[in-house]
């Protein structure tokens, strides 16, 4: 009776494991993979229908990586002529590096759009292993006019210039790619569906 009762578990696993592998086949065959765009330094990436994240209608929209500079965070908040005050100084989580990149945005539409335009939030640098993100502190003391606002939108036909600064920490790294953190390679990643759209961060 026992080796029955055995018996009737392990077919009902087989047919368990069996469906659920028929199922996994089935619904990865039915997902397309986006196709990868790279771009470099200096060319000017179109949103089109593409999107990040949450479906954000970016369409009409440019971006354009002008520069790309990695920088300690000392030099950088000096460069910058950046002081933090007291509080800004207890929620700040500063890392070792900064990767600043400079970008200019412009919104090719002659009409305004509901609901169109950029979100700088949830973009990131992406390397081999790993994501960095945006400092949002930085952020607000580098671009005034934004007013920390990370989510925006341009008037027709004008363009504006923006930093993004990432937080690079050592932490995140093994010592020896943190003592060529220099060398490391990353691709600024703009879109992620239908087209990934990419620009090439490379030293």
Same mark, same amino acid.
């Given at each position: 009776?026992?080796?029955?009762?055995?018996?009737?578990?392990?077919?009902?696993?087989?047919?368990?494991?069996?469906?659920?592998?028929?199922?996994?086949?089935?619904?990865?065959?039915?997902?397309?993979?986006?196709?990868?765009?790279?771009?470099?330094?200096?060319?000017?990436?179109?949103?089109?229908?593409?999107?990040?994240?949450?479906?954000?209608?970016?369409?009409?929209?440019?971006?354009?990586? /002008? =520069?790309?500079?990695?920088?300690?965070? #000392? %030099?950088?908040?000096?460069? &910058?002529?950046?002081? $933090? @005050?007291?509080?800004? *100084?207890?929620?700040?989580?500063?890392?070792?590096?900064?990767?600043?990149?400079?970008?200019? /945005? =412009?919104?090719?539409?002659?009409?305004? #759009? %509901?609901?169109?335009?950029? &979100?700088?939030?949830? $973009? @990131?640098?992406?390397? *081999?292993?790993?994501?960095?993100?945006?400092?949002?502190?930085?952020?607000?003391?580098?671009?005034? =006019?934004?007013?920390?606002?990370?989510?925006?939108?341009?008037?027709?036909?004008?363009?504006?210039?923006?930093?993004?600064?990432?937080?690079?920490?050592?932490?995140?790294?093994?010592?020896?790619?943190?003592?060529?953190?220099?060398?490391?390679?990353?691709?600024?990643?703009?879109?992620?569906?239908?087209?990934?759209?990419?620009?090439?961060?490379?030293?």
């Amino acid at each position: 009776m026992k080796n029955k009762k055995t018996l009737v578990l392990i077919v009902l696993l087989c047919i368990t494991a069996g469906t659920w592998f028929s199922f996994y086949r089935q619904t990865n065959e039915n997902i397309s993979m986006p196709s990868v765009k790279e771009y470099s330094l200096g060319e000017w990436v179109p949103m089109e229908d593409d999107f990040y994240s949450d479906g954000e209608n970016m369409n009409g929209y440019e971006v354009k990586v /002008v =520069k790309a500079e990695l920088l300690p965070l #000392e %030099e950088y908040l000096k460069n &910058n002529a950046i002081l $933090l @005050s007291t509080e800004e *100084k207890k929620e700040f989580d500063a890392p070792e590096k900064v990767y600043d990149l400079t970008l200019r /945005v =412009k919104n090719t539409n002659k009409t305004q #759009e %509901e609901e169109v335009g950029m &979100n700088f939030w949830p $973009l @990131s640098l992406q390397g *081999k292993e790993l994501y960095l993100d945006t400092n949002d502190i930085l952020y607000e003391k580098v671009n005034p =006019k934004a007013k920390g606002e990370m989510q925006f939108a341009l008037r027709p036909q004008t363009e504006m210039e923006f930093h993004l600064p990432f937080n690079v920490r050592k932490d995140w790294f093994s010592q020896k790619c943190w003592n060529n953190i220099e060398k490391y390679k990353w691709n600024f990643v703009l879109t992620t569906y239908p087209e990934k759209k990419v620009v090439r961060i490379q030293p």
